[in-house]
T-cell receptor, first 115, second 115 residues
Framework: SQTIHQWPATLVQPVGSPLSLECTVEGTSNPNLYWYRQAAGRGLQLLFYSVGIGQISSEVPQNLSASRPQDRQFILSSKKLLLSDSGFYLC??????????????FGQGTRLTVV | AQKVTQAQTEISVVEKEDVTLDCVYETRDTTYYLFWYKQPPSGELVFLIRRNSFDEQNEISGRYSWNFQKSTSSFNFTITASQVVDSAVYFCALIKGQAGTALIFGKGTTLSVSS
């Protein structure tokens, strides 16, 4: 069966520090991968998605970037965190191609607090 | 543009009451997919149901039921005989059929069930 791992579960970082959140999927190949952010306990905003290695689409221009160095690995990064980057970050994967409505399965999330 | 509206921000009920969570969507696509997810206090999003735009049949799964009406662009979710374990944030979401891969979420409805 497929599983998705996301770490760390919680993170407290000072303003201006770098960020790296990692997500890996097991038990499947060539998944679509996503990063979402949920701010202040509400509303899920799509940040990035990837349909293949090295292919990243950004939905919202901001202080973050994403990379997909391997088929089942998705990394969210920042060079310098801002206070506004605080939130709950969720990684997800799905199958099926564009326009096919694949079900997304989510990781446990990372709660990031920037201080 | 695609949009999902969950007008109810918070709902409070007493155990065994029935409760309906509303979801209204907007899309110009004729092919699209609708979803409901549950977010318990742990934070992980749990998939509940997927519906494509060509299937308007209502669905029942145990105490859960969904009413999809294209005429009103609604996809409402009813919990019958609610239980304390149903307390969570519930999200309605949409994937557009034309090359869409990522979920577009509503802002969620927080359901509190008291004993």
């Amino acid at each position: 069966s497929q599983t998705i791992h996301q770490w760390p579960a919680t993170l407290v970082q000072p303003v201006g520090s770098p960020l790296s959140l990692e997500c890996t999927v097991e038990g499947t190949s060539n998944p679509n991968l996503y990063w979402y952010r949920q701010a202040a306990g509400r509303g899920l905003q799509l940040l990035f998605y990837s349909v293949g290695i090295g292919q990243i689409s950004s939905e919202v221009p901001q202080n973050l970037s994403a990379s997909r160095p391997q088929d089942r690995q998705f990394i969210l990064s920042s060079k310098k965190l801002l206070l506004s980057d605080s939130g709950f970050y969720l990684c997800a994967w799905s199958h099926l191609g564009p326009g096919q409505g694949g079900i997304a399965f989510f990781g446990q999330g990372t709660r990031l607090t920037v201080v | 543009a695609q949009k999902v509206t969950q007008a109810q921000t918070e709902i409070s009920v007493v155990e065994k009451e029935d409760v309906t969570l509303d979801c209204v969507y907007e899309t110009r696509d004729t092919t699209y997919y609708l979803f409901w997810y549950k977010q318990p206090p742990s934070g992980e999003l749990v998939f509940l149901i997927r519906r494509n735009s060509f299937d308007e049949q209502n669905e029942i799964s145990g105490r859960y039921s969904w009413n999809f009406q294209k005429s009103t662009s609604s996809f409402n979710f009813t919990i019958t005989a609610s239980q304390v374990v149903d307390s969570a944030v519930y999200f309605c979401a949409l994937i557009k059929g034309q090359a869409g891969t990522a979920l577009i979420f509503g802002k969620g409805t927080t359901l509190s069930v008291s004993s």
